[in-house]
């Protein structure tokens, strides 16, 4: 009863009200809403999929890498997500009457006034849009920047996604990308230092050593180089130490490194060769 009072002196007469045509119209407008929702999500998985298309066959005729090709369709992604959302809020503003244009021009105001005190996002943006201009990694390349190392998952405008060999997922802002360390361009190199005893022959264990790189060089095709032993890196306090170098591919020479080690531990076993290895000695002293 009060409502209607208040209502009434509202200068609403609920009696002249038309619901039918309240209700026709509150749902045709749910349904255009409903519709746009429906649309929206059909050309978002549209337009992923022609975008994922169109890279493997740029990769294909153009002979670009895949990292550098899942970098690009990442970007390509997330601007095309952007402009569809601006369209569907947009289109979403018309319906309800709402004039968009002016809703613009007042957030292109506030937003050139947060822009001033958001100079970390343009610094973020500048040194994103530098990383990929430069080609300074690729999605799936192994690099150090700002502390982390790890696998590069995306590489954003605002972010870099970087999972860490933990399995942890790190993101950087790019503007903390003040230096890169990019291990996965060219071959890397694989390192293995093995003591023998001092009364060992040093050459002896040289040429086992040697036979046994060229064996697993013979079978390992990730090896583009060696391996070759070096010879005496260092006298340690109880062994002479052996350096072994090969070069592999990418990503390939912690297996390499746990392959050679492996196999140069048995030839060794194999031809009487002792590692050295720490040895305590007890004295017992008996009370007289």
């Not at 609920?14 to 749910?30: N, R, S, T």
């Amino acid at each position: 009863m009060d409502l209607l009072i208040g209502l009434s002196q509202l200068g609403i007469n609920l009696e002249d009200f038309d619901f039918e045509a309240f209700l026709i119209k509150a749902g045709l407008v749910l349904l255009k809403v409903i519709l746009i929702f429906i649309a929206f999500f059909i050309v978002k998985i549209m337009g992923n999929k022609l975008i994922h298309k169109s890279f493997q066959k740029v990769q294909k005729k153009e002979q670009v890498s895949i990292g550098r090709a899942k970098t690009l369709e990442s970007l390509t992604k997330n601007i095309y997500s952007y402009v569809l959302m601006f369209v569907f809020f947009v289109t979403i503003f018309q319906i309800f009457g709402i004039d968009a244009t002016a809703i613009l021009a007042g957030a292109g105001v506030v937003g050139l006034a947060i822009g001033f005190g958001a100079q970390g996002l343009v610094s973020d943006v500048v040194t994103g849009f530098f990383l990929l201009l430069e080609k300074q990694m690729d999605v799936g390349d192994y690099v150090t920047t700002a502390s982390f190392s790890g696998v590069v998952e995306q590489v954003g405008l605002k972010t870099t996604h970087i999972r860490g060999f933990d399995g942890t997922l790190h993101y950087v802002p790019n503007r903390e990308i003040t230096s890169l360390s990019n291990h996965s361009r060219g071959n890397m190199r694989a390192l293995v230092d093995i003591g023998i005893s001092y009364d060992d022959d040093i050459d002896r264990a040289i040429e086992v050593l040697q036979a046994t790189c060229d064996k697993i060089s013979a079978d390992e095709p990730s090896i583009v180089e060696g391996p070759n032993v070096l010879g005496v890196q260092t006298l340690g306090s109880s062994d002479v130490v052996l350096r072994i170098i090969a070069k592999t591919e990418n990503m390939e020479q912690w297996a390499v490194e746990r392959k050679l080690r492996k196999a140069l531990k048995e030839a060794l076993d194999a031809n009487g060769i002792e590692i050295p290895f720490p040895h305590q000695v007890y004295i017992e002293k008996k009370a007289e």
